[in-house]
Protein backbone atom coordinates (compact mmCIF):
# COMPACT_ATOMS: atom_id res chain seq x y z
CA UNK A 1 0.00 0.00 0.00
CA UNK A 2 2.61 2.21 1.03
CA UNK A 3 4.33 1.85 -2.47
CA UNK A 4 1.56 2.51 -4.16
CA UNK A 5 1.43 5.97 -2.40
CA UNK A 6 4.66 6.55 -3.42
CA UNK A 7 4.26 6.01 -7.06
CA UNK A 8 1.24 8.06 -7.20
CA UNK A 9 3.19 10.68 -5.31
CA UNK A 10 6.44 10.39 -7.40
CA UNK A 11 3.88 10.56 -10.63
CA UNK A 12 2.22 13.77 -9.33
CA UNK A 13 5.62 15.50 -8.71
CA UNK A 14 6.81 14.90 -12.18
CA UNK A 15 3.45 15.84 -13.64
CA UNK A 16 3.16 19.39 -11.76
CA UNK A 17 7.02 19.66 -12.00
CA UNK A 18 6.54 19.72 -16.04
CA UNK A 19 3.49 21.35 -16.07
CA UNK A 20 5.31 24.66 -13.95
CA UNK A 21 8.23 24.10 -16.18
CA UNK A 22 6.08 25.05 -19.56
CA UNK A 23 5.08 27.85 -18.12
CA UNK A 24 8.52 29.90 -16.91
CA UNK A 25 10.95 31.12 -19.39
CA UNK A 26 14.17 29.34 -19.85
CA UNK A 27 16.04 32.45 -18.49
CA UNK A 28 14.29 32.57 -15.70
CA UNK A 29 15.31 29.33 -14.26
CA UNK A 30 18.29 29.96 -13.76
CA UNK A 31 17.51 32.66 -11.03
CA UNK A 32 16.54 31.42 -7.57
CA UNK A 33 12.88 30.76 -7.08
CA UNK A 34 10.13 31.04 -3.97
CA UNK A 35 10.28 27.35 -2.35
CA UNK A 36 13.40 25.95 -4.39
CA UNK A 37 14.40 23.03 -2.85
CA UNK A 38 17.57 22.30 -4.63
CA UNK A 39 20.22 24.42 -5.89
CA UNK A 40 20.17 25.87 -8.73
CA UNK A 41 21.70 24.40 -11.99
CA UNK A 42 22.86 28.26 -13.30
CA UNK A 43 24.44 29.73 -16.96
CA UNK A 44 27.80 29.29 -16.72
CA UNK A 45 30.40 25.64 -16.90
CA UNK A 46 31.05 26.90 -13.61
CA UNK A 47 27.64 26.48 -12.04
CA UNK A 48 27.03 23.40 -13.87
CA UNK A 49 29.68 21.80 -12.53
CA UNK A 50 28.65 22.81 -8.83
CA UNK A 51 25.86 21.61 -9.43
CA UNK A 52 26.88 18.22 -10.61
CA UNK A 53 29.03 17.97 -7.73
CA UNK A 54 26.31 19.05 -5.57
CA UNK A 55 24.05 16.15 -7.06
CA UNK A 56 26.99 13.60 -6.43
CA UNK A 57 27.25 14.37 -2.59
CA UNK A 58 22.87 14.02 -2.23
CA UNK A 59 23.08 11.11 -3.67
CA UNK A 60 26.07 9.61 -1.70
CA UNK A 61 24.59 11.01 1.29
CA UNK A 62 21.04 9.47 0.43
CA UNK A 63 22.40 6.49 -0.39
CA UNK A 64 24.99 5.90 3.16
CA UNK A 65 21.26 7.38 5.08
CA UNK A 66 19.04 4.67 3.54
CA UNK A 67 21.62 1.79 4.62
CA UNK A 68 22.58 3.07 8.16
CA UNK A 69 18.71 3.67 8.68
CA UNK A 70 17.22 1.00 6.87
CA UNK A 71 19.49 -1.17 9.05
CA UNK A 72 18.83 0.13 11.90
CA UNK A 73 14.89 0.08 11.20
CA UNK A 74 15.81 -3.69 10.26
CA UNK A 75 17.22 -4.59 13.46
CA UNK A 76 15.24 -2.85 15.57
CA UNK A 77 11.76 -4.76 14.23
CA UNK A 78 13.29 -7.70 13.45
CA UNK A 79 15.49 -8.41 16.79
CA UNK A 80 13.04 -6.97 19.42
CA UNK A 81 12.74 -7.92 22.50
CA UNK A 82 8.63 -9.38 22.24
CA UNK A 83 9.97 -11.60 19.41
CA UNK A 84 12.55 -13.60 21.67
CA UNK A 85 15.72 -12.21 20.24
CA UNK A 86 18.93 -12.72 22.72
CA UNK A 87 21.84 -9.97 22.62
CA UNK A 88 25.14 -11.46 21.13
CA UNK A 89 28.06 -12.34 23.31
CA UNK A 90 30.68 -10.97 21.11
CA UNK A 91 31.90 -7.31 21.87
CA UNK A 92 33.01 -6.32 18.12
CA UNK A 93 33.67 -7.43 14.72
CA UNK A 94 37.02 -5.92 13.64
CA UNK A 95 36.15 -7.21 9.62
CA UNK A 96 33.09 -5.45 10.13
CA UNK A 97 35.06 -2.19 11.40
CA UNK A 98 37.50 -2.60 9.02
CA UNK A 99 34.18 -2.36 6.12
CA UNK A 100 32.76 0.82 7.89
CA UNK A 101 36.29 3.01 8.49
CA UNK A 102 37.48 1.77 4.70
CA UNK A 103 34.38 2.38 2.96
CA UNK A 104 33.68 6.28 4.08
CA UNK A 105 37.62 7.06 3.56
CA UNK A 106 37.36 5.51 -0.32
CA UNK A 107 33.91 7.66 -0.64
CA UNK A 108 35.70 10.74 0.10
CA UNK A 109 38.77 10.42 -2.04
CA UNK A 110 35.96 9.61 -5.20
CA UNK A 111 34.71 12.92 -4.58
CA UNK A 112 37.44 14.89 -3.09
CA UNK A 113 39.14 14.36 -7.09
CA UNK A 114 36.73 16.26 -9.07
CA UNK A 115 36.13 18.64 -6.43
CA UNK A 116 39.54 19.69 -6.23
CA UNK A 117 40.10 19.80 -10.22
CA UNK A 118 37.12 22.18 -9.75
CA UNK A 119 38.40 24.71 -7.52
CA UNK A 120 41.50 24.58 -9.67
CA UNK A 121 39.81 25.17 -12.43
CA UNK A 122 37.38 27.93 -10.39
CA UNK A 123 40.85 30.23 -9.74
CA UNK A 124 42.53 30.06 -13.31
CA UNK A 125 41.44 32.90 -14.70
CA UNK A 126 44.25 33.12 -17.34
CA UNK A 127 43.10 33.45 -21.25
CA UNK A 128 40.23 35.85 -20.35
CA UNK A 129 38.90 37.89 -23.14
CA UNK A 130 37.63 40.31 -20.95
CA UNK A 131 38.21 42.02 -17.49
CA UNK A 132 35.38 43.97 -15.37
CA UNK A 133 36.58 45.31 -11.72
CA UNK A 134 34.08 45.57 -9.37
CA UNK A 135 34.68 47.66 -6.25
CA UNK A 136 32.25 47.52 -3.42
CA UNK A 137 30.69 50.79 -1.61
CA UNK A 138 28.19 51.14 1.10
CA UNK A 139 25.79 50.20 -0.41
CA UNK A 140 26.44 50.47 -4.21
CA UNK A 141 28.68 48.31 -6.42
CA UNK A 142 31.26 50.55 -9.25
CA UNK A 143 31.97 48.11 -12.54
CA UNK A 144 34.82 49.51 -14.98
CA UNK A 145 35.40 47.29 -18.03
CA UNK A 146 38.92 47.21 -17.39
CA UNK A 147 39.55 45.48 -20.86
CA UNK A 148 37.52 43.51 -23.71
CA UNK A 149 39.77 41.59 -26.08
CA UNK A 150 43.20 43.72 -25.28
CA UNK A 151 41.61 47.05 -25.50
CA UNK A 152 40.50 49.39 -23.02
CA UNK A 153 36.87 50.37 -23.24
CA UNK A 154 37.42 53.02 -20.88
CA UNK A 155 33.80 52.51 -19.66
CA UNK A 156 32.49 52.62 -15.73
CA UNK A 157 29.60 53.09 -13.77
CA UNK A 158 27.68 53.34 -10.19
CA UNK A 159 25.03 50.69 -9.84
CA UNK A 160 22.50 51.49 -7.09
CA UNK A 161 19.78 49.87 -5.62
CA UNK A 162 16.30 51.06 -8.57
CA UNK A 163 14.54 54.26 -7.76
CA UNK A 164 10.98 52.39 -7.50
CA UNK A 165 12.30 50.36 -4.79
CA UNK A 166 14.35 52.72 -2.85
CA UNK A 167 10.88 54.84 -2.55
CA UNK A 168 9.04 51.99 -1.17
CA UNK A 169 11.26 50.83 0.98
CA UNK A 170 11.43 54.34 3.35
CA UNK A 171 9.54 54.20 6.26
CA UNK A 172 6.18 55.26 5.96
CA UNK A 173 6.14 55.31 2.39
CA UNK A 174 2.54 53.47 2.45
CA UNK A 175 3.93 51.99 -0.97
CA UNK A 176 2.96 48.31 -1.48
CA UNK A 177 6.60 46.42 -2.22
CA UNK A 178 4.34 44.06 -4.52
CA UNK A 179 3.29 47.10 -6.43
CA UNK A 180 7.57 46.90 -7.86
CA UNK A 181 7.60 44.63 -11.00
CA UNK A 182 9.77 43.88 -14.30
CA UNK A 183 6.66 42.48 -16.33
CA UNK A 184 5.21 39.77 -14.17
CA UNK A 185 8.02 39.16 -11.53
CA UNK A 186 8.56 40.82 -8.56
CA UNK A 187 11.74 43.25 -8.54
CA UNK A 188 11.06 44.62 -5.04
CA UNK A 189 14.69 45.13 -3.48
CA UNK A 190 16.00 43.12 -6.73
CA UNK A 191 16.39 45.61 -9.60
CA UNK A 192 19.51 48.32 -9.86
CA UNK A 193 19.84 51.48 -12.14
CA UNK A 194 22.30 50.33 -13.73
CA UNK A 195 23.08 46.41 -14.45
CA UNK A 196 26.36 44.82 -15.30
CA UNK A 197 26.17 44.32 -18.91
CA UNK A 198 28.59 41.22 -20.22
CA UNK A 199 28.77 39.52 -23.40
CA UNK A 200 27.48 35.65 -23.49
CA UNK A 201 30.42 33.17 -24.53
CA UNK A 202 32.62 35.30 -23.66
CA UNK A 203 35.74 34.40 -20.71
CA UNK A 204 34.81 37.57 -17.91
CA UNK A 205 37.88 37.96 -15.72
CA UNK A 206 36.55 39.94 -12.46
CA UNK A 207 38.52 41.61 -10.16
CA UNK A 208 36.63 42.70 -6.98
CA UNK A 209 37.50 44.75 -4.15
CA UNK A 210 36.19 47.31 -1.55
CA UNK A 211 36.51 51.02 -0.66
CA UNK A 212 35.22 50.94 2.68
CA UNK A 213 34.10 47.83 4.38
CA UNK A 214 33.97 44.21 3.81
CA UNK A 215 31.39 43.57 1.39
CA UNK A 216 30.48 40.28 -1.20
CA UNK A 217 29.81 39.85 -4.51
CA UNK A 218 27.55 37.03 -5.05
CA UNK A 219 25.40 36.07 -8.40
CA UNK A 220 24.27 32.27 -7.15
CA UNK A 221 23.57 31.29 -11.59
CA UNK A 222 27.36 32.47 -11.60
CA UNK A 223 28.36 29.45 -9.16
CA UNK A 224 30.99 31.36 -7.00
CA UNK A 225 30.88 33.87 -4.37
CA UNK A 226 33.79 36.63 -4.12
CA UNK A 227 34.70 38.40 -0.92
CA UNK A 228 35.10 42.59 -1.32
CA UNK A 229 38.32 43.11 0.81
CA UNK A 230 39.16 46.31 1.53
CA UNK A 231 43.18 47.07 0.16
CA UNK A 232 42.66 43.22 -1.38
CA UNK A 233 42.58 42.23 -4.72
CA UNK A 234 40.75 38.80 -5.19
CA UNK A 235 39.42 37.64 -8.82
CA UNK A 236 37.45 34.99 -9.88
CA UNK A 237 35.67 34.25 -13.80
CA UNK A 238 32.61 33.42 -15.15
CA UNK A 239 31.27 32.55 -19.19
CA UNK A 240 27.82 32.85 -19.48
CA UNK A 241 26.04 30.26 -21.45
CA UNK A 242 22.68 32.21 -22.56
CA UNK A 243 21.26 35.49 -22.46
CA UNK A 244 19.36 36.63 -19.80
CA UNK A 245 18.58 39.00 -16.28
CA UNK A 246 20.23 37.53 -13.48
CA UNK A 247 20.36 38.90 -9.83
CA UNK A 248 21.91 38.53 -6.84
CA UNK A 249 23.22 40.40 -3.74
CA UNK A 250 25.56 41.39 -1.53
CA UNK A 251 26.34 38.05 0.73
CA UNK A 252 28.37 40.05 3.99
CA UNK A 253 26.90 41.85 6.22
CA UNK A 254 28.15 45.56 5.28
CA UNK A 255 26.04 47.88 7.38
CA UNK A 256 22.84 49.13 7.95
CA UNK A 257 21.49 49.13 4.22
CA UNK A 258 23.23 45.82 3.71
CA UNK A 259 19.88 44.76 2.43
CA UNK A 260 19.41 47.49 -0.43
CA UNK A 261 22.63 46.95 -2.48
CA UNK A 262 21.44 44.16 -4.85
CA UNK A 263 23.32 42.92 -7.94
CA UNK A 264 22.12 42.58 -11.29
CA UNK A 265 23.57 40.61 -14.86
CA UNK A 266 22.19 41.60 -18.08
CA UNK A 267 24.23 38.84 -20.30
CA UNK A 268 23.51 39.95 -23.97
CA UNK A 269 24.83 37.68 -27.39
CA UNK A 270 28.36 39.40 -28.45
CA UNK A 271 27.24 41.68 -31.44
CA UNK A 272 24.53 43.07 -29.66
CA UNK A 273 27.07 43.77 -26.12
CA UNK A 274 29.05 45.20 -28.23
CA UNK A 275 26.79 47.96 -29.87
CA UNK A 276 25.88 48.28 -26.28
CA UNK A 277 29.49 49.24 -25.45
CA UNK A 278 29.89 51.44 -28.50
CA UNK A 279 26.76 53.84 -27.20
CA UNK A 280 28.75 53.58 -23.75
CA UNK A 281 31.60 54.97 -25.31
CA UNK A 282 30.03 57.42 -26.98
CA UNK A 283 27.68 59.00 -24.21
CA UNK A 284 31.22 59.17 -22.50
CA UNK A 285 32.49 61.25 -25.40
CA UNK A 286 29.84 63.58 -25.61
CA UNK A 287 29.77 64.29 -21.79
CA UNK A 288 33.38 64.99 -21.61
CA UNK A 289 33.39 67.38 -24.78
CA UNK A 290 30.31 68.76 -23.42
CA UNK A 291 32.55 69.41 -20.42
CA UNK A 292 35.49 70.88 -21.79
CA UNK A 293 32.89 73.21 -23.89
CA UNK A 294 31.82 74.42 -20.18
CA UNK A 295 35.53 74.64 -18.86
CA UNK A 296 36.66 76.67 -22.28
CA UNK A 297 33.94 79.21 -22.26
CA UNK A 298 34.29 81.15 -19.24
CA UNK A 299 38.03 81.40 -19.68
CA UNK A 300 37.65 82.80 -23.16
CA UNK A 301 34.66 85.36 -21.31
CA UNK A 302 37.56 86.27 -19.07
CA UNK A 303 40.33 87.05 -21.64
CA UNK A 304 37.74 88.97 -22.87
Known amino acids: MISVWIARLRRAYVTTSLAVLGLVPVAALANPEPWQLNLTKGVTPTSERVHAMHMISLWVCVGIGVLVFGAMIYAMFRFRKSKGAVPATWSHSTKLEVI ?14 PATRLLVDMAHTDDSDMTVKVTGYQWKWRYEYVDYYEQNPGVGFMSTL ?9 LGSGLDPA ?15 NPLVLPVGVKVRFVITADDVIHSWWVPVLGWK ?26 ELCGKDHGFMPIVVKALPKDEFERWLAEQQA ?20 QG
Open 100 to 113: WTVTPIIILIVMAW
Open 162 to 170: HRDSNRVRQ
Open 179 to 193: SVKVGDQSTYLLDVD
Open 226 to 251: QDAIPGMVTSAWAMINEPGTYRGQCA
Open 283 to 302: AKAAAASAGTAQTAAPASQT
